[in-house]
């Protein structure tokens, strides 16, 4: 059997939170409604761009399905503009792919646009499967994507993490029963759950798995 580390996108590998801000107020500003604070629109990420949209027109005057399409397609032409790595994720997963860990992406982000970063961001070489929304399974925190993975490279859960910085991904892993590495420098926080580790970073996941 196999070792697995699965890893969220945003927050995680990535620092995508003014790419999607600047997004979000570019949608609002086209309805006529002023922008939404760094922290604020932060604060609405994790559950996919359905519910990012909801949060960010909440109250207002809006259409969801128009609201939801100007904010895509604005970010989807805008999706790495300010958008980096966090640091040592390359040498991380060159690390732990040396060590013969599978590697996967699990994220609610758009699976088109999950792809594209990964190749613009020169990580998708040490993936052997990288999964968003559209992949054909349902958004996180529901286990069915997560257990797919574990199936798909015959894994062994003992050996098997959920990795993220939201607690939607604490309860992806905590759902399908492995450990879970809540990572601090991310967007999001643990809400009601526990993770099993709690890093600062990715030299922090090295500590762990080695």
Request: contains cysteine.
């Amino acid at each position: 059997m196999n070792k697995l580390l699965v890893f969220d996108l945003d927050g995680t590998l990535i620092n995508s939170s003014k790419d999607i801000a600047i997004a979000i107020n570019y949608m609002r500003e086209k309805f006529g409604h002023s922008p939404l604070d760094l922290d604020t629109v932060v604060s609405y990420i994790g559950d996919g761009a359905a519910k990012l949209v909801e949060r960010a027109i909440a109250g207002l005057d809006i259409e969801f399905e128009d609201a939801k399409k100007i904010y895509l397609g604005y970010y989807e032409e805008h999706f790495c503009v300010e958008t980096t790595l966090y640091p040592d994720v390359i040498s991380s997963l060159k690390k732990l792919k040396s060590l013969g860990y599978k590697l996967a992406v699990l994220t609610n982000k758009p699976f088109s646009t999950t792809q594209q970063i990964a190749t613009k961001l020169s990580f998708a070489e040490y993936f052997d499967e990288i999964w968003g929304d559209g992949s054909g399974f349902p958004l996180k925190p529901n286990p069915a994507s997560i257990s797919a993975l574990i199936e798909k490279f015959n894994a062994d859960k003992k050996y098997s993490y959920m990795i993220g910085d939201h607690h939607t991904d604490i309860k992806t892993g905590i759902n399908v029963g492995v450990d879970t590495i809540f990572v601090t420098h991310g967007l999001g926080n643990t809400g009601d759950v526990e993770p099993t580790h709690i890093v600062n970073n990715f030299n922090e996941i090295l500590e762990i798995l080695l």
